[in-house]
């Protein structure tokens, strides 16, 4: 599986950005897809994670609210919708896969987003 990220760029505070990972080779329903970031001078962190069959979700408290990860299994992509964006939000967020939050074994090559104030 290679995962391809999208959808990075510069935005104002407050506004929306619309991230996508798509997925080549097979994804089994059990395979956790996350979203990671890392901002400047910092240490990477979890963002957001969806079980790719059930489509079960889990946030990080500091997106909880604001951001919302979705998956189309037809088109074999993850979506991560961020809204009300801050200015701490920006990093460059990278997609993953993996059998666990936290065990992901795969990863894209990472989107940046920018928020200015």
């Known amino acids: 599986v290679q995962l391809v990220e999208s959808g990075g760029g510069l935005v104002q505070a407050g506004g929306s950005l619309r991230l996508s990972c798509a997925a080549s080779g097979r994804i089994y329903s059990s395979t956790s897809m996350g979203w990671l970031r890392q901002g400047p001078g910092k240490e990477r962190e979890f963002v957001a994670n969806?079980?790719?069959?059930?489509?079960?979700?889990y946030y990080a408290d500091s997106v909880k609210g604001r951001f919302t990860i979705s998956r189309d299994s037809g088109e074999k992509t993850v979506y991560l919708q961020m809204d009300s964006l801050k200015p701490e939000d920006t990093a460059v967020y990278y997609c993953?896969?993996?059998?666990?939050?936290?065990?992901?074994?795969?990863w894209g090559q990472g989107t940046l987003v920018t928020v200015s104030s």
């Open positions: 993953a896969a993996g059998r666990s939050i936290g065990d992901y074994a795969l």
């Open positions: 969806i079980r790719w069959g059930a489509g079960t979700t």
